[in-house]
């Protein structure tokens, strides 16, 4: 008699993390790779994070090498035991002329590329910029690397807004323009279920029922 039992279906899990809060959230900065730390209010968001991803199972944790993504992977790490590995493929965006800049210095001194900002900052082209095509395609790549080295595990990524959102676009099959249309809080987290023959769904996003206190972005 034939055998009807399937093939089992390893299911990967991916925790996307957002850093907790900087000194450049609360002054309104550009942050890209200047290495901004967490201040006191981000320190307390990533030790409540990690107490709200205590219970996931995360078995290894990936991070920015920023101090800000860093720290709280250090905190995630601690909390949950999962060794920690520094990622260049979860790095920030560079925004070249724009990184530890103002947002009102932008505006007033770049004022075509600041209105591309705020529409459609996938077409931003700056001098010493990376661009978001690029960003996702290196984040993409890092992340499919991570799954296949953790298929049928959780595993976390600890990085930034800027990064997050491209990544997020590419695995949902979101097109350009999809900046806007998706939101990241500081130390929020967001999941992905990732099936060998079905890639990624969505299944959590910007979760941030663990914060007491936090800045929302939205430009």
Request: with cysteine.
């Amino acid at each position: 008699m034939a055998s009807s039992e399937k093939n089992e279906t390893k299911v990967t899990t991916v925790v996307l993390v957002r850093h907790g809060e900087c000194e450049g959230n609360r002054e309104g900065l550009f942050r890209g790779r200047t290495n901004f730390p967490l201040n006191p209010a981000g320190l307390d968001q990533a030790r409540a994070l990690a107490e709200a991803l205590k219970p996931l199972g995360i078995t290894t944790i990936y991070s920015s090498p920023l101090s800000r993504a860093h720290t709280t992977a250090e905190m995630i790490a601690e909390k949950t035991g999962a060794p920690l590995e520094i990622s260049q493929g979860f790095q920030n965006i560079t925004l070249g002329p724009w990184d530890g800049k103002s947002k009102d210095f932008v505006r007033r001194e770049y004022p075509r590329e600041w209105e591309v900002w705020l529409s459609d900052p996938e077409k931003l082209d700056l001098p010493g910029a990376e661009s978001m095509k690029a960003l996702q395609d290196r984040s993409f790549q890092a992340l499919e690397e991570a799954v296949a080295r953790h298929e049928g595990e959780t595993f976390a990524v600890v990085t930034h807004r800027a990064l997050l959102k491209p990544l997020l676009a590419r695995c949902m099959g979101i097109g350009s323009p999809y900046f806007w249309r998706l939101h990241i809080d500081t130390a929020s987290y967001s999941m992905l279920r990732h099936e060998r023959d079905r890639g990624y769904c969505c299944t959590l996003l910007n979760q941030t029922n663990h914060l007491k206190d936090y800045i929302s972005e939205w430009v």
